[in-house]
């Protein structure tokens, strides 16, 4: 009778050791996080630079020599290497394996605002940026609509719907491309300049001169102070063209005088476009702490909600989600484990009876 009950202990204990491991999976598992590419970071940093309408060899010499002294100045450099192209430039600076990136890129930004002072001022700010292995995008949506026209889609998709998914939680950061983007165009004659005596730099001074809003002040009284802006800013193209760039004598010389001045749109360079009809489409970006599952079903969810509210007027498709592929291979790991948890207690059936 003893040995009996002895056996009986031995396999009630033997049961409840199974069913603990089992809770214990069941909750590692429900605790793991998602994503189909680990957070990785490369120890490489990367310098873009930008400047419209400059050569390859301008952009060499007057840009890329600048960025590079910069970042060789940083310790635990192990290489630089370059690329000039029309209009950019590409910096890589690679470190030491174990180097601190957020100091890195630290001290890269500190060293380029010391040699700010030698790019031309027509280069756009370098931007520094971290080469990770979570910078794909995990979800991109087209979107389309047979009502608007791509530039008016454009700004429907920026004001309104990317400054919605930017607040879905997990994600951090949007990319839109495709569609045209607004720009006022301004093409001087040549000949009107030179019997003016006017020079390029002239107009540009004159235009960046008003394009902006000066503080006027504040005003005080009734316990309440009141901040007041000089609102000198251009609000239509007629404000553009009635632009003072110069005086003739006592007359004051507009800029409708000497240039075209059109509302246009930007040079297509490059076009977004599913089944052969142009879209808009945007790249969503999750932060590299968040689920990427979780996140993408929210993206989903909030891109259903602009379906009931834009109905017939926006239409849009999912043109890639990452999750898709996680979650089948998920669902295989789940089958996985459900076939190797039933082989198990048919093999210990047997053997133990």
Do not use: H
Request: proline share 3%.
């Amino acid at each position: 009778m003893g040995v009996i009950e002895t056996s009986v202990r031995r396999r009630i204990s033997t049961i409840m050791l199974f069913i603990a491991i089992l809770g214990a999976g069941v909750y590692g598992y429900s605790q793991l996080g998602l994503g189909l590419i680990p957070d990785v970071s490369f120890p490489v940093v990367s310098i873009t630079t930008t400047m419209t309408g400059a050569s390859p060899e301008e952009m060499e010499n007057l840009v890329t020599k600048v960025i590079e002294q910069a970042a060789s100045r940083v310790s635990n450099v192990q290489e630089l290497s370059s690329s000039s192209m029309s209009g950019i430039s590409q910096v890589s600076v690679e470190f030491d394996y174990g180097t601190d990136l957020e100091q890195a890129e630290t001290d890269i930004r500190r060293n380029l605002e010391d040699y700010s002072s030698m790019l031309p001022d027509d280069a756009d700010d370098p931007r520094v940026s971290v080469m990770d292995a979570s910078s794909m995008p995990v979800v991109i949506v087209a979107f389309w609509s047979d009502n608007m026209s791509t530039s008016d889609l454009r700004n429907l998709i920026e004001n309104d719907i990317d400054p919605i998914l930017n607040r879905v939680e997990g994600v951090g950061s949007t990319s839109i491309t495709g569609g045209l983007q607004r720009e006022i165009q301004i093409e001087p004659d040549p000949a009107k300049l030179s019997t003016l005596g006017l020079a390029l730099g002239q107009i540009q001074q004159a235009i960046s001169g008003r394009n902006y809003d000066q503080p006027a002040g504040e005003v005080v009284g009734d316990g309440m102070r009141t901040s007041i802006t000089a609102e000198i800013s251009y609000s239509s193209i007629d404000d553009i063209r009635q632009t003072v760039v110069g005086i003739s004598g006592e007359d004051p010389i507009y800029l409708s005088s000497v240039a075209e001045v059109n509302d246009g749109y930007e040079e297509v360079t490059a076009r977004s476009r599913v089944n052969g009809s142009d879209v808009v489409s945007i790249q969503v970006y999750k932060r590299s702490s968040a689920n990427s599952v979780s996140t993408c079903q929210q993206v989903r969810e909030t891109l259903a909600e602009m379906e009931r509210i834009y109905g017939d007027a926006l239409g849009f498709e999912i043109v890639m989600d990452e999750s898709d592929f996680i979650s089948s291979s998920i669902s295989n790991l789940e089958q996985t484990c459900i076939l190797a948890f039933i082989v198990a207690i048919l093999v210990i059936f047997f053997f133990l009876r």
